[in-house]
């Protein structure tokens, strides 16, 4: 596949995952879209979906091969758990946790805030829970 239709697939992947389309992504991802490519912005579309909190989406890119710990975003995003996290969606991070993805990994390239750190940012116990029991540990500094 010449590389400017790749460029054309994941942006339509991103958009399909940002809107919770799952027809689209199942059919962009046979056409043979990579679910590890962002858009021009950086965006993935693992990160898209998590941000929106579209567990079946998540769970269908991560098959597809997508790495639960890849940064989205040029500085603006994050993980894919981060972004779950900071919107309190406990069921996708739960399905990230279960797919590997790191409860203390920072983002922007470990310089910033961590899932735990975006949970606790919200009204959001429920994912805090989940979190810690994955094996999350507070940090001292400050957010």
């Not at 400017?4 to 958009?15: E, G, I, N, Y």
């Not at 043979?32 to 858009?39: F, L, N, R, T």
Request: aromatic share 4%; hydrophobic share 40%.
């Amino acid at each position: 596949m010449n590389r400017r239709r790749q460029k054309k697939l994941s942006k339509r992947l991103v958009d399909a995952a940002t809107f919770g389309d799952s027809t689209q992504i199942n059919a962009l991802l046979r056409a043979g879209a990579w679910p590890e490519a962002g858009d021009t912005e950086g965006t993935t579309p693992l990160y898209a979906a998590s941000v929106n909190g579209a567990t079946d989406n998540v769970l269908r890119l991560l098959a597809a091969g997508a790495m639960p710990d890849t940064e989205s975003g040029r500085g603006a995003e994050g993980t894919p758990l981060c972004a779950a996290a900071c919107w309190g969606h406990t069921e996708t991070v739960r399905a990230l946790l279960a797919h590997g993805a790191d409860p203390n990994l920072r983002e922007d390239h470990g310089t910033g805030r961590s899932p735990l750190e975006w949970a606790m940012t919200g009204p959001y116990p429920e994912a805090i829970a989940v979190l810690l029991a994955a094996g999350a540990r507070p940090h001292s500094r400050t957010m």
